[in-house]
């Protein structure tokens, strides 16, 4: 179950938060197929000026971060290069698609590996 947490900067994300849960939606599902449409995750934080910092500094206008919680079995297949590698790219389009190419240079993706048996959804663990 792909599950995105999305930090952006207030500024940024409002008024969009509609069309950012869809691109990224689509993002997924243009690397997965249609199947994860229904089972992805997007959440959407947005981050007040003067509450985001880079270098003991405010950061004027920073670029969002994604953490993305993902499998963990997907790092040792064959194609986890290729999987991961289209996840950010797909990703960082959909990102500078809704709130502008300024958020490309620094979007950053990070991949968060869940083990099997370690997720629970409704009062059931999950397992494969």
Same mark, same amino acid.
Do not use: C, Q
């Given at each position: 179950?792909?599950?995105?947490?999305?930090?952006?900067?207030?500024?940024?994300?409002?008024?969009?938060?509609?069309?950012?849960?869809?691109?990224?939606?689509?993002?997924?599902?243009?690397?997965?197929?249609?199947?994860?449409?229904?089972?992805?995750?997007? !959440?959407?934080?947005?981050?007040?000026?003067?509450?985001?910092?880079?270098?003991? !500094?405010?950061?004027?206008?920073?670029?969002?971060?994604?953490?993305?919680?993902?499998?963990?079995?997907?790092?040792?297949?064959?194609?986890?290069?290729?999987?991961?590698?289209?996840?950010?790219?797909?990703?960082?389009?959909?990102?500078?698609?809704?709130?502008?190419?300024?958020? !490309?240079?620094?979007?950053?993706?990070?991949?968060?590996?869940?083990?099997?048996? !370690?997720?629970?959804?409704?009062?059931?663990?999950?397992?494969?």
């Amino acid at each position: 179950m792909p599950h995105l947490d999305v930090h952006v900067a207030e500024s940024d994300l409002a008024g969009r938060e509609t069309a950012l849960i869809e691109k990224l939606t689509g993002a997924i599902v243009s690397v997965y197929g249609e199947w994860a449409r229904n089972i992805a995750v997007v !959440r959407l934080f947005g981050v007040p000026a003067g509450r985001w910092g880079v270098g003991g !500094r405010i950061a004027e206008a920073p670029s969002p971060t994604v953490n993305f919680g993902i499998k963990e079995a997907v790092f040792e297949r064959a194609d986890a290069d290729d999987i991961l590698g289209g996840l950010v790219a797909a990703v960082t389009d959909a990102l500078a698609e809704v709130l502008g190419e300024h958020v !490309r240079a620094g979007a950053t993706v990070e991949f968060d590996g869940v083990a099997d048996g !370690r997720t629970g959804v409704g009062g059931v663990l999950v397992t494969s």
